[in-house]
């Protein structure tokens, strides 16, 4: 929405990392704005249910057209605005229980088809808005409202999953580092293909995570995120890999695949070989 | 004395060509003007299972698949056995010698198919045979059937003539087993071609090419059966520029990149049975609270759960009303004919377009599958409706007021947001009263647009009427006219607009003294509705996987006006 609107009552906590992640996306939608001189109507932001769904009710500046869906579909509603109207520009953003918990199955056929959409998701390892239930991302052992004697699930590894399901652009970056994420969002919506930006977005009520990501030298905490080196390859699917294995919280693009076609250029080259069957000719086809 | 209909129906196992047999019987009779009809049921398996095909040809229109039969070809003994009680006196058995012998003969012959058919050169030919013995029982010409094998066979493809010779041959041969038996039916009638000019098509087609009639340009599917062939016929035809046709990975993704196609613009579409509409009642109750167009198609199945996947049954017309959570009545067209299933297709688009929203054509698995003559439809005739699309700047607020508004296109000014949590009217969540009770009424106030659809009615005046829906159409008409032939004051009431229903219907149903509906499921589930909707509705309920029979149904239907008549009470 553009302006405070009265009637709407939803409000993130205080510090929540999707504030940064929100300051990121309207910086990227203006970039590609004057990129591509697109009107910022040109942009459709398909959201899931969850704290970082309402981030299509929340950003602010000129408006792009907006879909706050089914919690676990965004992925597929998003195929559905793409491929229904393949000029427009399309970003889910979703969290990580819509994500990679009930909307799991979605990420391997998109990944599969190569479907041109951005996803930004935004990673807190916590089912924030229902409060504080454990989520895929949660380690194992952890006491959460919903695993009271702790987390019996391993803690999934999302990059990875992300790698092995064919994902054609990865990149990996924490809520703080604003400007940074704002370019790489960028730079993933300019990827023709499937591209997810996976973002550590901490939940300052559930599970704050913003001195673990940064580390604390006073107390001998070592951050957990880390520069991805300069001469990493991230066409090397390997080096993506290797980057992965590191464990932690990697940041910048770690694969980047710019040779498989995209579905539409799938679709076109279909289309391009088949031809519009007319009404009348469909008709005429089955006459006795 | 002439015949002016005979019913064939071809039992055996899966793979041993009884629909082929049913479908060429009725392309090669529609051809040269009879009315056809095709009935298929099959097990749910690839190959093998005990399968049947009844053809039924006419001189006149065809409203069922027929109660009895003329002829039962018979390739097995377990399918003789199954079937042969179904045969009318003086009907005919012919039975695959070359696998069984009846134990009794009765009005039975036998031939050995497989060594006929090597015969001719080619070992395929099996259901040529038989059509061949089938035409000289019937008293066709033997002209008719050459014909429709030259013009199928020809294909222009090197052995075509190889195979139109053996073809001829085997129809030949078997036309000579039949003469040797001595049976004979009486010679068919010739034909009285009907009106205008015809097409032979299923309900699965005909529910596929309305949409394109009506402008489907976006379609995403699930295989599933009964349903599958519309999703198969889309990847074929709905092709070139601008158009998008996509195999999902289940009906949850179809539903929901169907909703981001309707809200893209496009006329989108996907068609499923039961199991899959259960996967998308969360996506409809999208589309309905945001208000995007879409039309799903919904193939009844037996249900429930997996049900009964290759037999017919009408029994998920509650869950079609209401497939997902919450205040939603979604708008339902069900088809009763093939023909029907071409209109219905059309008018889903236009309903979805007129009052932006979801919309579910209800088929079923006897009308996927039933191959029929219908007239051509006539494209230039047809009403297409398309979207208000919104056409000003931004700052719109797209769901302002208490009925429909102007919808924007992405990519083109007045940005809003589809969203799914209860919304102000540019989009954005809200949990104010007096919000949600706005638009719930606007959703609700959209259905208005939609009640004053066609019905039909006959004696209006009788104060007990029958009321079918469905594919139930067929025999119930055909019970229809038998008891009125009777002299039995019965009205006739028909809609294939079941939400809402034509609202001066419903208020000539309101008056009656007993609305009969004959239904295939176990709850009464359109009876119920009625009542509801203050109608005295009683079901006749049949769930057996198979549509009704006409004199079953004629009989349930005197027997239950006889008791409303005694009682004196209703309901």
Redesign the interface.
Known sequence: ?SAK?P????KWCPGCGDFGVRRAIEAALKQRQTETEQ????N?V?AG?GCSG?M??LLEG?????????HG?SL??????????P??NVLVVAGDGDFLSIGQ??I??QAARNLDITAVIMDNGVYGLTKGQSSPTTKVDTITSSTPFGKSEQALNPLMLYLALGVSYLASHVSTRVKDLGTTIADAMNHKGFSVVHVQSPCTTYNNTFQELKGNPKEGIAPLAWNIPEQHDSSDLEQAYEVVKQGGIPLGVIYRNTERPSLQDR?DE???K????K??S??ES??? | MQKNDFVVRFAGEGGQGMVTSSEGLAQAA??VGYNVQTFVTFPSQIMGGPTWAQARVSTSPVLSSGDSLDVLVAFNEEAYMAHKDEVSDGGVVIFNSGAFQPESGGNSFGMEFAKLAKQTGNARAENMIVLGALAYLVGMSQQILDDFVRERFTRGREGDEEIIIANIKALTLGRQEAEKSGFSLGELAPPEKPEG?????NGN?AVA?GA??AGVN?Y?GYPISPATAILLWMER?L??????V?Q???E???????????????K?MSATAGPGLSLMG??LG?AWM?EVPLVIVDVQRGGPSTGLPTKTEQSDLLMALTPGHGDISMPIIAPGTVEECFYASVMAFNWAERYQGPVILLSEHMLSERRQ?IP??E?SKLKVENRKVYTGS?GYNRYDGWELSPM??????????????EH?V???????AE?HIQMTERRFSKLKLLENESYESENTDASIVIMPWGGSKGPASAAYAQLQADGADLGWYYTMFLNPLPVKMLEELKKKSLVIVPELNYMGQMSGILRSQGVKAVSITQYTGLPFKVADLAKRITERVAQEKKEGVTV
């Open positions: 929405m609107n009637e709407y009552d939803f009107p910022m109507v040109n459709v398909v249910i309402n299509v009710h000129e408006q792009p057209y907006g879909i706050h869906g089914i579909r597929p509603i998003a195929m559905g605005v793409k491929m229904g109207s000029s427009l199955e979605h391997a056929p679709v279909i289309n391009n088949s031809f519009e069957r009404i009348e469909i008709i089955f006459a006795i | 529609s051809s000019d015809q097409i032979l098509i087609e090419v394109i009639a976006f995403v035809n092709t070139g520029e601008g158009k998008f996509y999902a990975s289940s949850i993704e179809a539903i929901n990149a169907v909703f981001g196609g309707g809200y893209a613009g496009r989108a969360e996506g999208l945001a003559n051509k439809p494209i931004n924007p296109i992405p990519g083109t000014p007045g940005s809003y947001i589809a969203n799914g949590s102000d540019m989009g954005d969540t809200t949990h104010l919000r």
